[in-house]
């Protein structure tokens, strides 16, 4: 952008902005180092220097962003969370129908975990390290990403015991989910283009296949 500084909308000085964003990026940018190091090394082993230090500040500054490592770890999965909500909801808003939602919902999912295995890590091994009122948060925002694959499994599945498809629902995330493990091979990992149509074809499938009865 060129030209003379805009004032913010709210009146405030014209520099506001620009420092609210620098803020913002610094907080950002100490997420994506507090996935990183939790994931490497557990929750527990990471110190409030190293998370600065990851993020190109020092370590009594990460205190401007957080009140302390717990905020850390609170803020990471409770943002994950309610992206995976909302991007569900618009997903489904935007769907022509319940087989084209359910696609796409599968194709959400998939890139999320491939584009956030850390968090998933993070959130399989530290989430007993978040305090009470964050994990109910958390769950919260879980079950209600759940309920929306449910509403569409149920179209799909007219008839079915919502119970069953929440069964459907979590093994889904679970084969999904476990792309943290999946895409690694003898150590190296396999590009995500290559992981991307396995997921999504194999978690279809486990979603659509019809019950029979035992």
Not at 91 to 118: Q, T
Request: proline letters at 4%; hydrophobic letters at 45%; glycine letters at 8%.
């Amino acid at each position: 952008m060129t030209g003379a500084p805009r004032a913010a909308s709210d009146g405030a000085p014209a520099g506001t902005t620009q420092r609210s964003q620098a803020k913002e990026e610094r907080r950002i940018a100490l997420l994506s180092a507090a996935a990183s190091l939790f994931a490497e090394n557990g929750f527990s082993r990471v110190s409030l220097e190293d998370l600065g230090a990851a993020a190109g500040v020092s370590g009594p500054a990460v205190y401007r962003h957080f009140p302390g490592k717990q905020a850390v770890l609170a803020e990471l999965l409770l943002s994950v969370s309610r992206d995976l909500l909302s991007g569900g909801r618009k997903v489904i808003a935007e769907a022509g129908d319940a087989s084209s939602a359910l696609r796409g919902l599968v194709a959400f999912h998939v890139d999320f975990a491939l584009s956030n295995p850390d968090v998933i890590r993070v959130q399989d091994r530290d989430f007993a390290s978040l305090g009470d009122n964050d994990q109910a948060e958390v769950r919260s925002l879980q079950r209600s990403y759940v309920e929306t694959w449910v509403k569409v499994l149920g179209q799909v599945h007219a008839g079915t015991d919502p119970a069953d498809l929440r069964v459907r629902a979590h093994a889904a995330f679970g084969l999904i989910n476990s792309t943290p493990h999946s895409v690694r091979h003898h150590g190296r990992r396999i590009a995500a283009k290559s992981a991307r149509p396995i997921l999504e074809q194999m978690a279809l499938a486990a979603l659509t296949v019809e019950s029979k009865e035992p």
